[in-house]
């Protein structure tokens, strides 16, 4: 079993900064892919980023290349989410995700998910 936990969450303006934090519980973090998801009021759940259970293996959405960055530290149990230039449109609660072994953009390819972090982008 794998609890994830969000944190690094807040409010910012356009063009700044924040860095996501995801840590897990579990003998096996390290083994499993991990993925960033976001959803906005409204809106469905959208798939970010996602790095393999090597690290060797990442993946984007066009929406976030460029200005988003997937990292891990398998001997801190975290995985991170660096984004910079952020706008408005990235207002939206994200949440990490653990399960399998490539850097799958689905949702359904996902174990295990956390509670959340809310991130919220003024213009």
């Known amino acids: 079993q794998v609890q994830l936990v969000e944190s690094g969450g807040g409010l910012v303006q356009t063009g700044g900064s924040l860095r996501l934090s995801c840590v897990a519980s579990g003998r096996t973090f390290s083994s499993y892919a991990k993925g960033w998801f976001r959803q906005a009021p409204g809106k469905e759940r959208e798939f970010v980023a996602a790095?393999?259970?090597?690290?060797?293996?990442?993946s984007y959405a066009d929406s976030v290349k460029g200005r988003f960055t997937i990292s891990r530290d398998n001997a801190k149990n975290t995985v991170y989410l660096q984004m910079n230039s952020l706008k408005p449109e990235d207002t939206a609660f994200y949440y990490c995700?653990?399960?399998?072994?490539?850097?799958?953009?689905?949702?359904?390819?996902?174990?295990?998910w956390g509670q959340g972090t809310q991130v919220t982008v003024s213009s």
């Open positions: 995700a653990a399960g399998g072994l490539r850097a799958g953009v689905k949702g359904d390819e996902y174990d295990y």
């Open positions: 790095i393999s259970w090597s690290g060797g293996s990442l």
